[in-house]
């Protein structure tokens, strides 16, 4: 027994003194290397804002999507959504510099650059134009030609008429009719025969008249001498793209997840939508699922990244708009000529 203890206190004693003297080791080498912060830190988002172009709702769904999936914070994003204001578009609001993103269309960015005030599409949000103009199923009209001298409830842009006019030529009519400004819904003007016919989106006025149980013949424009054009479309300024491409490309890169989930899972983007935005939007709910199931698979074309945009689309509907003096400068003289080019970049798209 005494000689295990000998053993046991001869070999203990000098392991002891070691693990003693590695401690002080390591306490040396910490108090003189101190722990670096963690890499992990959070940094504070970089706020960005975008300016809607009506109402939430459908074509904007992508980026409530990428909103509620925290895509945006992600990139570093704060994203900002500003009130919707019919006083003042968001075309205006981003050569102000009030906001980083707008939401418009290619008949106003075409207008913007007549009057010097430029706005580029950054995406285009549909690939094709899902707009038609429309009439009461009960009503005699029954093709374009036959709207000749019918009145149309217009909503005040300067490139209506132009478009109906050839529309209804190109049906082998004259193209003349009476317009007056609209201060009501579409659906009702027609109802209440205020107006002949008007002008909607198939995807969001033209569900609403399924739900509402009226009856519509529709026209798309397309289908009767317009040329193909993207809208509704992402703008940015010409300054904001030269002095802030990094926050622009991760605005981008968050929105297009936003639309490519929108584009594969309808419903669900349908049921994030509905949640993110104020109680009381959607007061017809089955409207918007019904609205979101028809736009999501024309979000892009298949085999084509969201937001793309083509030469072609820039040149068609631009050089028919122009040519048909449907596009005025700041002292409302016809614009004949513009850069075609410099209307859209798909720079940002990732």
Known sequence: MKSRTRLFLSLGIPVLLI?????????????????????????????VKLALDWTPNTNHTGVYVAMAKKWY?????SLQIQPYSSNVTP??????????????????????????????????????????LAVLASSPIKRPRDL???????????????????????????GNIKSVTLDIDPLQALESHRVDFVW????????????????????PIIKYGIADYYTPNFIASPNEIKNKPELLRKFMKATARGYEYARTHAEDAA??????????TFPDQAYVTD??????????????????QDASAWQGYPQ?????????????????????????TNQFLP
Request: proline share 5%; with cysteine; aromatic share 6%.
């Open 19 to 47: 693990v003693i003297i590695g401690c002080l080791y390591l306490v040396q080498q910490r108090a003189s290397n101190p722990p670096q912060q963690s890499n992990t830190t959070k940094q504070p988002l970089t706020p």
């Open 271 to 280: 049921n994030i939508l509905m949640q993110q935005v104020p109680k009381g």
């Open 291 to 308: 609205s979101q199931q028809y736009l999501s698979p024309r979000y892009a074309d298949s085999g084509r990244h969201w937001g793309q």
């Open 200 to 219: 909607i989106f198939d995807g969001a006025e033209g569900i609403q008249a399924k739900h509402q149980g009226v009856q519509l013949t529709t026209f």
């Open 148 to 174: 000749d001298g019918k009145t149309y409830g217009a909503f005040g842009a300067p490139y209506e008429s132009a478009v109906i006019g050839q529309m209804i030529k190109q049906d082998g009519g004259k």
């Open 73 to 77: 914070e992600e990139e570093g994003l």
């Open 91 to 132: 075309d205006v609001l981003i050569n102000n510099g009030k906001v980083d993103v707008g939401i418009s269309s290619t008949e106003s960015i075409v207008s913007d650059a007549a009057v010097g005030q430029p706005a580029v599409s950054i995406a285009a949000i549909v690939q094709h134009n899902t707009s038609s």
């Open 320 to 344: 028919f708009i122009l040519h048909a003096d449907g596009v005025k400068d700041a002292n409302g003289k016809p614009v004949t000529s513009l850069n075609l080019n410099s209307l859209y």
